[in-house]
Structures are given as C-alpha cells and as structure tokens.
C-alpha cells in the first residue's frame, strides 16, 4: 500500500507531516497562523503572546530553542501578526525589518576587517554594525517606495515594499523640510552601494529640496571671478582713473586675482579635499556595507553642508550617532503612519561565515545584548536564538548580566513543547489538509484501537520538538504502509509500528542533542 492510499482513505488531500521547515511548509502556510478562530491557537506556542508583547508598545525578546523547535515559525507568526496591527492601526503601524540573513553584512566585515580567519573578524563586530546594517536595509527600501511608488489602484505587492499610506503616488509631499534632509541624509549614508549617488540626485529632486545657496553662491563667484578680475585689467589699461599710481593699480589687480585665486582654490580643491577626507572616515566605519569612499563623496556633497554635520555622521564607533540616524528614520517613517520598528532576528547559525560554530555565533550576537539598545523606545528587537548560545550565556560574567539585563528583555530560557501541545498541533495539521466537505479525522484515529490518547502523547513527549514530531509521525505512516498491501485495506497503524518509530526517533532526537548525528 502506498501513502497516497493512506491519505485518500481519510480524505487527506496532502501528507500532513512531510514539511520539516516552516519557510516552506505548504500546510503551515495554508493555516495562516491567525488567531482569529479559537481552534487554531494549537499553532502557537505557549509562549507567543510573551514573545509578541504590545504592538502599541513594542519591546524586545530573546528566545532560545532547539533546532526544529518552531523558532521560524513564530517568525513567520510575528510577521503575520504585525500584518493585521497595521491593518486595523493605520496611523500607528510597526516596520517589520526582517534581520534574518546576515551573509552580506558578514562577507562585508570580514572582508574589511581583513581577518585570518571568520572568527578573528566576527569577533571584532559591534554594536554599531548591527545598528548600520538594519538602517542598511531599512533605508533602500523606504527610498525605492518615495523614488517609485506603486500606482494608485494597487497595493505594494513585494513583501520587501514599505506602504507609505494614502496618497502614496506623491509620498514626497507629506514630508516638511526636516524629514526631507533626514531622508536625503540616510539615503547618502546607508542606501545600496550600486548607483547610490545617483540615486541621492533623483530623491533630491523628488523630494524637491532645490539647490543650495551656499552651492549656488560659490559657483555664481567662480564664474564671474574672471570677467573682474579682466574687467579691472582692461579699464586700468584704458582707462585709468586720472591721478592713479600704475603700481598701485597692480597691486590692486594682483589683490583681486589673489583674492579669487584663493576662492577657486578652496571651492575647487580645499573643499573637495575635505568632503573625500568626511567621506573616508564614513565608509572607515561603516564595515557592513561594501561601497567606497568615492560614493560616499557624490552623495555627500548633495547633501546641505548644515545637515550633513559631522556631529551626526558615524565618524567613530560611537553610538549616539548610530542612535541619531535610527532616530532621523523615525522621524521619516512616523510621516507614513509608522510609530516604530520590530526587528526580527533568526538563523544566526546559517550564514556562510558562521556554520553553526557556536564562537562565530556568540561575537555575532554578543553585542546586541545590550541594554540601552534593546529597551530603546519605539524599537522591538527579537532574537530567536539557538539552543547553543543559552550555554554559552550562563557561562558570562556578572558584568556581562548587568549590560544586558536579560531579566528586562522577556527571556525565553527554552523554547519546550509538551506531549499534548504536540498533539494539539498535529491534529491542526490533519484538520488542515481534510478536503473541503469532509469531516477531518482525529489524530488518534489513524491509530489502532490499542493505542490509547495517552500514548500518542506519551510518543510525541519523547521527540520534544514539533519538526521532530511531524518526522515521527510520517515514518509511522510510510512503516505501515510498507509492511501491507493494498488488498489488505489495513488503515490503521498498530501499537508495533507506534512502538518502533518512537524507539528510534527518539534515539535519533538524544543522539543529535548530544551533536553525534545530524
């Protein structure tokens, strides 16, 4: 007998158990996580509602779990939950900032950094990186929603799109003069390397900021130097003003081209000289992000000399500037309805330059326990984090918990599942895949009448984790189908199947705890 006899005699349109990761599971993505009907809260974990806090007060997180334990699920939750806060909260909506594939961000550092190896780069991360790199990826995409905004009778349809909100064809019109230069300044700081000058022209002249007068004066004086200084020579040559000493005319004539020698010189040299040497020290600090010193240049010098002070670029790994420019998109984003930012950060174990090593993935995330950062008002950071970096904190100091102050931070020391939870989700799944006008089985229906409730609850108790769950109960599936034939028309799987699967699941679930197996 086949699985597919399996699921068509229980009038299952799909296996239910064969998704092992939520990014790509059909069926989790077809329950939709809402928790609009009371039968679907099984999808949850117990603690979602901690880890999710108050929209309208948002505040950080920090989870650690197995692998398998559900952590990018309740990402994808979180995601979907922001969704229908900023569905019914037009005026006070979260930026979702997905913080969850860093290997641009690494590549970049290591490759500044120049360590010998990942760990001798990774190691020097700070604070300060992190905070460029979520306005790295906050900033393009606010830019590209004003230079090119969606036409009026569509919605953004790209799940990276920023919705700007009524009226959004002319987003540029809702901003004053201030959140006008926050923009510009953020985009010739943070936006993407290829074009960004370019693209620091066009959203000048969207957002309509015009020339600066400083600009316009200094060019009016190099253009008409010339004609004065040629001006005074031929009206001394000809005309010279009765009683006038020549050498005091040439030395006037010599003061006045002295004089505009020294302006072309500092409009054309000096202040170029000094724009390269703002643009070199940003790029010197801004290791996250691959772009060269000669952009940095372009895009700054479109930018008002006033607003582009140095007190409030990131010149040095000081954090306060970082913190002025998080608060300059605020500003920004608080014009589109927005009050503040949830930054979701998962899969720290992934990146290329990490691979699970739990050295590389504690300097990663290391820096980012920090207290004044996590509890910044209007900033929701959580952290769903490996099982491995919980060892590696209560291995810390005293010091590091007083930075940290992971008691503040809604700590979720363990992301567990129980026996029931389990089941509860399991049968979600089968109610999930029942087609439509079919009554949906129970999970303990597809067993034979000698196992008990209890006993489903028992088993999945015994593999912990819902990916291991859902393994456990497919292998059931694929056993018994395996040991009858079709003629038979046994649909039930009996206690020795359920008591073999469990056996080795659960030895295969020990054994990858302890890192001997995968």
Known sequence: MTVSDLLQHWNLSENPFRGEEARSDAVFARMGGST????????????????????????????????????????????????EFNAENPGAK??????????????????????????????????????????HQVTPRLVDAVLDPPPATSRPTSPDAIDLGPDERKPARRLDVPSKNDLLLLQAVYDRPEAAHLRTRLLRRRLRL???????????????????????F???????????????????????????????????????LMLS?????????????????????????????????????????SDEPRYGMAERLRRVLRTFGYAGLMVIMDRVDEPTLVRGDPDRMKAVVWPLLNNKFLQKEGLGFKM?????????????SSTFFQEARLDKQSLIEHLSWTGATLYDLCESRLAACTRAGS?????????????????????????????DAFKFLYRCMTEHCACVTRGQSEWKIPRLILTQVVKQESERVQQMFRGIRP
């Open 36 to 83: 609009a009907a009371p039968a679907e809260s099984s999808l949850f974990h117990s603690d979602f509602e901690k880890i999710l806090g108050d929209l309208r007060r948002p505040g950080s997180s920090v989870v650690f779990g197995e692998k398998g334990s559900g952590k990018t699920a309740i990402r994808l939750q979180l995601s979907r939950r922001i969704a």
């Open 94 to 135: 979260l930026l979702l900032v997905p913080y969850d594939d860093l290997n641009s961000s690494l590549d970049a550092l290591h490759e500044r950094l120049g360590g010998k190896n990942p760990l001798e780069s990774l190691q020097k991360m700070r604070l300060v990186d992190h905070i460029d790199a979520i306005l």
């Open 210 to 232: 015009g020339i600066s007068l400083g600009a316009v004066a200094g060019a009016i004086a190099l253009a008409i130097g010339p004609l004065a200084v040629l001006g005074a």
């Open 234 to 272: 031929l009206w001394l040559k000809l005309w010279p003003p009765a009683g006038l000493d020549p050498r005091h005319g040439a030395w006037a004539l010599a003061a006045l081209a002295g004089v505009y020698g020294l302006l072309a010189l500092k409009l054309a040299v000096w202040d170029r």
């Open 277 to 317: 040497r703002l643009a070199r020290r940003v790029r010197r600090q801004l290791r996250v992000i691959p772009r060269g010193h000669v952009s940095y240049a372009r895009s700054l010098a479109m930018v008002p000399a006033a607003v582009r002070d140095a007190a409030g670029l990131p010149l040095t790994d």
């Open 384 to 396: 769903l984090l490996p099982m491995e970096l919980r060892h590696a904190v209560f291995r810390e």
């Open 439 to 467: 009554t949906p089985p129970k999970l303990i229906d597809l067993f034979a009448e000698d196992v008990s409730r209890q006993d489903l609850v028992d088993a999945l108790d015994r593999v912990h984790q819902p990916r």
